[in-house]
């Protein structure tokens, strides 16, 4: 194929450290936040997750690209991640069901790609001293420049990306004859959500991250889901303000990862930027509630406030992550609402969190046969 023309390349973190690579094909310059996933399969879904917009994407895994891709791998309609960081990555790739190379899929993008990097040395970096700003260029011999480059972007920390990432207008998902209608927010929406939900027998409409409790109500839903998405919590206060009117109208409501947030921030629970936060597709989860263990898929750099969520009278702890004892689940006592920190819908082998979906048509059917 011959596109891996190798350009020399850096990364260079917020606090100075510099790392080497090569840069494939045209190289570049590119900035975001840098943090890593533990994954070693599922690198389509992880680049076209939007909920990792404006992050710079190391990868573990030692050979990125070696299964090419396919549409039915995508999370959403494009790639997301700002920019791929990966030790090998691979100009061949075997699977049969690969309708293209991940280089030709990337390339859509324009995406700066730089390979040869020593990326457990990165990886323990950042573990020890914590996501943060970086940026990657061919530009080697401009470090000064690109020093003061990276002054100038914005820290994730108190950062809206929800609007960048959701639906300028509302959209319908499954057939429209379905049993339950449900309206989601699109605070950065996973596709295989949709596609869950549809298999529950729902017909959702997904509405744009601003949204209103009112314009969500005059689809006439059975239920109403928050979904993931990039970004701080804090600053999406409609969003917020919408979770509480939902909230208090008592109607099922279900959030995931970055909708978890938002019910939290909606109970008065803070939220926090975590050190490094999870991201990978082997993560212990314990349900408190059934006291079984789950291994999950995870993507989120901020958590809610473990003390304050257990000094509120109205939250109930239902899941904690089992590597560092942070709150990955939580409902809310009287009302008809739960959240979850991690992907019931992400299947990386383990399916052990898709149950949370029947919980919530489940919650649904309830509602109705007490309405009816």
Not at 316 to 334: C, R
Request: glycine share 8%; with cysteine; net charge negative.
């Amino acid at each position: 194929m011959g596109y891996l023309n190798k350009k020399d390349a850096i990364i260079l973190l917020a606090d100075g450290t510099i790392f080497h690579g090569k840069a494939i094909a045209d190289g570049g310059t590119a900035t975001g936040e840098i943090c890593f996933n533990t994954g070693m399969s599922g690198y389509q879904e992880v680049f076209t997750d939007p909920s990792y917009t404006g992050q710079i994407m190391v990868t573990t895994n030692a050979h990125i690209g070696n299964y090419g891709v396919t549409e039915e791998d995508a999370e959403s309609d494009s790639v997301k991640i700002a920019g791929l960081v990966c030790k090998n990555f691979s100009e061949e790739f075997s699977r049969p069901a690969a309708q293209s190379s991940l280089f030709d899929y990337l390339k859509k993008k324009n995406l700066v790609i730089i390979s040869d990097v020593d990326t457990r040395a990165l990886v323990k970096y950042i573990r020890d001293h914590g996501a943060q700003n970086a940026i990657i260029s061919t530009d080697v011999d401009n470090i000064d420049s690109l020093k003061k480059q990276l002054t100038t972007v914005p820290s994730m920390k108190g950062l809206e990306l929800a609007s960048m990432v959701s639906c300028s207008k509302p959209y319908f998902y499954g057939n429209e004859n379905a049993s339950f209608k449900i309206a989601a927010v699109d605070l950065g929406i996973k596709t295989n959500i949709l596609r869950n939900l549809a298999a529950r027998d729902a017909y959702i409409k997904v509405f744009p991250y601003n949204a209103t409790f009112e314009e969500l109500s005059e689809f006439n839903p059975d239920g109403y889901f928050l979904s993931n998405g990039p970004g701080d919590p804090e600053p999406l206060m409609d969003t917020i303000k919408c979770a509480q009117d939902i909230i208090n109208a008592n109607v099922p409501l279900f959030g995931i990862c970055l909708g978890h947030q938002i019910i939290a921030q909606a109970m008065g629970i803070p939220t926090y930027k975590m050190h490094n936060g999870h991201r990978g597709i082997n993560h212990p989860i314990k349900n408190l509630i059934t006291g079984k263990g789950e291994i999950t898929s995870q993507n989120h750099g901020f958590a809610i406030d473990k003390q304050a969520a257990e000094s509120n009278e109205n939250i109930e702890i239902t899941h904690i992550h089992l590597n560092d004892d942070t709150v990955a689940g939580i409902q809310i006592k009287g009302k008809s609402c739960f959240s979850v920190q991690y992907h019931p819908e992400a299947g990386p082998g383990p399916n052990d969190a898709t149950y949370l979906f029947d919980q919530f048509i489940d919650l649904i059917k309830t509602t109705k046969k007490q309405t009816a």
